[in-house]
């Protein structure tokens, strides 16, 4: 079903009434002849609404739907396959993804696991899916953002030690401008060596071989949509290639939905009253309730559920 596709106000209501039977927990119910305590039943009170609301998504729109929220690491191929475990693999997989970026590598894994775990792969982006995330937007079938989506360029960023991901660009352009300024200054060497402490040659390569490797990502992320030929991989990687590696300045660069729609991704505009996008943003706020958002663990589904504060 296409993004906003009829009016779901009626069905919603009976299918919260066939869910909810029993309150918000009720998806803890569906568990024949089991009953919780009420000290645990209030413990997991929230998570049970979340399963709750993504459950009647699902019914809704005749998908499977899967919740995302990390920056994307190795770890996360294996919390993502517990998800898509056992799903029925002739419905759509939706996927409501929200990363700051990650591991560009691992990125294109998941673009090719969402895509073998259903009919199309979409994908929502409430908020942000940048970077890394971007690269795993490159596969979906479908990108359903609102006026607060934002996805952003996909140049890679390199882990360092204390710091954390940092734009393989700035790293480059960084060393350089000390290289140069010191060369004109020698005696300014143990200031920039300070700036510069945990870079040293060894990142300084692998930011130049990742920046290198951009464009493999690009198509490999976009070739994972097994319904896109050869042909119109090349032409959407031709297209892609300057809004999203080449072009932008900053790491940060904001991509929002008409920005992508212009560089050629599938992307479909919900407005802020589309009945689907209200259940899509309602959904997020639920996770962002839980705690700060850049430190939120997130996979969740209507029958598998991993969340926690990350310190």
Known sequence: MGAGEGDDGAEAAEVSSRITAGGASGAAAELPGRSYTPLFRAQNEHRYLRQTLIAQYEQIYSCNLVV?????????????????????????????????????????????????????FVLLVPESAKSAATILALGAHEVIMGPTSDLGPIDPQVLIPDRGYVSAKDIIAAVERSLKEVAAEPNTFPLHAAM???IDATIVQFARSALARTGDLARQAVSSNPDRSTTETTGLCKKLDKPLISAPHSHGASIG????????????????KDPQWQRIW?????????????KLMAYE???????RIMS
């Not at 029925?88 to 560009?104: A, I």
């Not at 939905?257 to 479909?268: F, H, N, R, T």
């Open 282 to 294: 309602g959904l997020w706020t639920q996770y962002f309730a839980v705690g700060p958002i850049h």
């Open 301 to 307: 589904g209507a029958r598998a559920s991993q969340v």
């Open 257 to 272: 939905a008409q920005e992508a729609i212009k560089a050629g991704l599938p992307v479909s505009e919900l407005q802020p």
């Open 68 to 120: 995302m929220i990390d920056q994307i690491s190795m770890d996360s191929v294996t919390l993502l396959a517990e998800l898509l475990h056992n799903l029925d693999p002739s419905k759509d997989l939706h996927m409501l993804l929200g990363s700051p970026g990650g591991d560009g590598e691992t990125a294109v894994r998941l673009a090719r696991m969402a895509q073998a775990a259903g009919d199309r």
């Open 196 to 198: 510069l402490g945990g």
